[in-house]
């Protein structure tokens, strides 16, 4: 090719030089423009002399390789992308491995709180990340190995594909969930919580109860077996005169309607489960899948509602696995949501569950302190399982408006509040019982519940109690029982009501997750008062409210009793307060004092055709005069709180592990101890 360089050739002939030369020397002779200009020319010629088949070969040819250059650029384009955005990608990926380990069934969900926790609870904004599956905490045996799969989940970042082997986990561990571990009396909480935080939206299962999980059942006492033949009592009257209503009428042998939703059957649900009466459990659940239906027009009391149906079930679903009640909790759940829009997001008191409406009572835009209070821990838990902040938003709305009020003395607030102005009303009163109670209770519960960390809910519980202290007690006479009285515009009455007797329990609950000793003693005297409560009066029941004597009088007792208060509806706070006492202290009185009330009840109360009583007279042994009805707690509360008194298991219900609602339905505190 050199020895015919046009630099020294002259003018090529281009037919001659188009074949021979190469790019140099073209390059060298006439430029670029010119040789480019001279090689589609000569170019164009070739092809023309290629015959028609090999010029089809090379079309082929030209054809394929533009297809496979379009393939290939598409594929580098999407890796130029996926270069470009990778941490766009990495965050998003970060958020759906958080997500899939949060949706892993094995460790229970950790919602939101996210925004609530900002300003009034400011410690709940450093609750840890969501846990993985195999760091959770808690004795070894209960705690539930993360699927092999769930954890390569992680490690792969490979997103749908983790999505889809996701999905096949939950399909799995569904089938598992829909088959129940019947434990009866042996429960152990089975799923280790964890604290809100991040939000998910996919709903979470409690973890499935293993054959490893399994305790050696601990043998059943004659006190407890007698409080399993009292619920069998009290469930067989049900059963015959009013399955499905919610309260039965045990001499009428028929039934009352309060929501017209079956009540009492809700509200025992978890009691059957930890007195291990499987089949009356299975025959009830059966009720529930195919008859509890809450798209009803009704109107229900928001609080009561919620501490029994809805705690019922939560607890329920907790201790069975069971998402059948599960589903239903969240449905009766959204369908209380309406009670909260009100101007001041203080709740309604009632709503109606099939129209999505709520009003205040028809003669007042009041509504009352202990209830709107006293529904936080449902719909706290209520959100962390279904990853629906909006449950929790709403109730601690309703804590951190109160935490700020005026209107309290010393701690102690009023018994209504306002739904409009969202104030206090009615000024100056102050009460532990009705209408005040469980607002105090709930403050300490639900700081246990979160895991000790909403600095304000412990305070204005500490504050309320210094306020018991200085405003509330006195010392009655003969006996010198500290009491819990009342205060009206400064004035000091002496009147008790029984449901004051949560106290002991709570306070001694409180004591138990180290708050002053001193709460301790002040259990201790108070429980002795409720039992005095029962002990002094003829039939050893005790009425409704009681009056403590001041001053020594000759014949008289500490305990007065007025006509219209001597009544006894089968409440359970004393037996509940004995309960916790006997667990923190280990003394066999408090189960002997409930021993005797057990008695007392099955003497005054029981109806021979089934069923328990309310009575108007307690202190009438000959005739208490029955009222002909069953109150749902009864079953709810009082012979649950009796069983576990009577038991020296303190893994059955463990109290490190688990929060009572005010209705005993167990929830699962967050951060177990
Ligand atoms: C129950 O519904 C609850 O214990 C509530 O806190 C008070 N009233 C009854 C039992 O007395």
């Not at 708050?515 to 259990?523: G, Q, R, V």
Request: proline letters at 6%; one cysteine or more.
């Amino acid at each position: 090719a050199a020895m015919y360089s046009g630099a020294s050739a002259g003018p090529p002939r281009r037919d001659f030089i188009s074949v021979t030369l190469g790019p140099e020397e073209a390059i060298g002779v006439g430029g670029y423009n010119n040789s480019k200009a001279w090689r589609r020319r000569s170019c164009w010629r070739k092809w023309k002399q290629l015959s028609r088949l090999q010029r089809s070969v090379i079309l082929f040819l030209f054809a394929f390789l533009a297809v496979c250059g379009v393939i290939s650029y598409t594929s580098m384009g999407e890796a130029w992308k996926s270069i470009t955005t990778k941490s766009l990608d990495d965050q998003k990926t970060e958020q759906a491995i958080p997500r899939l380990k949060l949706a892993n069934p094995a460790v229970l969900p950790a919602p939101q709180k996210a925004d609530a926790n900002h300003g009034e609870y400011p410690e709940l904004s450093l609750q840890k990340p969501p846990k993985l599956p195999h760091v959770r905490r808690g004795p070894s045996n209960l705690q539930i190995k993360a699927p092999q799969r769930a954890t390569r989940l992680k490690a792969r970042h490979d997103t749908v594909r983790a999505v889809e082997e996701l999905a096949e986990v939950n399909k799995v561990e569904k089938t598992e969930k829909s088959i129940i571990s019947w434990r009866g009396a042996v429960i152990e909480p089975d799923q280790i919580t964890e604290p809100p935080s991040n939000k998910i939206t996919e709903p979470e299962k409690p973890s499935s109860v293993e054959a490893e999980d399994q305790k050696e059942p601990v043998p059943i006492n004659e006190r407890q077996l007698a409080v399993i033949e009292a619920f069998r009592h009290a469930w067989k009257g049900y059963k015959d005169f009013a399955w499905g209503h919610d309260e039965l009428k045990p001499l009428s042998k028929s039934y009352s309607e309060w929501f017209g939703l079956g009540l009492t059957l809700i509200d025992a649900l978890d009691t059957m489960w930890i007195l291990g009466l499987k089949e009356e459990f299975e025959e009830a659940r059966k009720w529930v899948a195919n008859d509890l239906v809450f798209d009803k027009n009704v109107d229900v009391n928001l609080f009561e509602s919620t501490i029994r149906i809805l705690g019922g079930l939560l607890s329920t679903y907790h201790l069975s696995g069971d998402s059948l009640f599960l589903e239903k909790a969240k449905d009766i759940g959204n369908r209380l949501m309406p009670a909260f829009k009100t101007p001041s997001k203080i709740p309604y008191s009632d709503v109606n569950i099939g129209r999505g409406t709520a009003h205040p009572p028809r003669w007042t835009s009041d509504s009352t302190v202990a209830e709107v209070t006293s529904i936080q821990l449902e719909f706290r838990e209520l959100s962390r399982l279904t990853g629906d902040e909006k449950f929790q938003k709403a109730v601690d709305e309703v804590m951190k408006h109160v935490h700020t009020l005026s209107g309290k003395n010393d701690g102690l607030v009023p018994m209504f509040i306002n739904t409009n102005s969202g104030q206090f009303t009615h000024l100056g009163v102050y009460t532990l019982g009705a209408r005040a109670d469980s607002y105090y209770e709930y403050l300490l519960k639900q700081w246990i519940q979160g895991g000790k960390k909403e600095n304000e809910l412990l305070e204005d519980y500490m504050k309320a109690i210094e306020g018991v202290k200085k405003h509330l007690l006195q010392r009655s006479e003969p006996k010198k029982l500290t009491f819990v009285g009342e205060l009206a515009h400064g004035h000091f009455s002496a009147k008790m009501d029984h449901l004051v007797c949560f106290l002991p329990g709570t306070l001694a609950l409180g004591a138990h997750n180290g708050l002053s000793a001193d709460h301790m003693k002040l259990a201790e005297t108070l429980i002795e008062t409720c039992y005095q409560m029962y002990a002094q009066v003829e039939t050893g029941l005790s009425p409704e409210i009681v009056h403590f004597n001041l001053h020594a009088q000759k014949g008289h007792k500490d305990v007065e009793i007025k006509p219209a208060d001597r009544h006894n509806l089968l409440r359970p706070e004393t037996v509940e307060s004995l309960f916790y006492m006997y667990r923190f202290t280990g003394d066999k009185k408090y189960q002997d004092w409930g021993w005797e009330i057990l008695q007392n009840f099955n003497r005054y109360t029981r109806v021979p055709t089934g069923g328990y009583t309310s009575i108007n007279n307690v202190q009438n042994p000959s005739n208490p005069e029955p009222r002909d009805k069953m109150e749902s707690f009864f079953l709810g509360e009082t012979l649950k709180y009796m069983f576990l008194l009577f038991s020296d298991d303190i893994d059955l219900i463990n109290l490190d592990k688990y929060i009572f609602n005010t209705e005993a339905h167990p929830l699962p505190i967050w951060v177990p101890a």
